[in-house]
């Protein structure tokens, strides 16, 4: 099974934003990917996630929190 996984860095100055959910969007997207996997740390990860919730189209979605939990979305819960 294919996943897409995606990890990056919180909100900065300089950061264009509009492009990094632009080009996540594309990725996955194009991507062959049956899961979209992330932490849902600030910054890119949470930008993916939105991304990834919008695009998922039968994609099960799996994010995992910083305490350690672990959440599923398979577009039914």
Known sequence: ????????????????WPWVRV??????????G???????TKGTDQLFAEVALAHARGRQII????TSTVFRWDGSN
């Open 1 to 16: 099974m294919i996943r897409v996984c995606v990890t990056g860095h919180e909100a900065g100055d300089g950061m264009d």
């Open 34 to 40: 049956k899961e979209a996997v992330t932490f849902l």
């Open 63 to 66: 994010g995992q929190d910083p």
């Open 23 to 32: 080009s996540l969007r594309d990725v996955f997207v194009a991507s062959d």
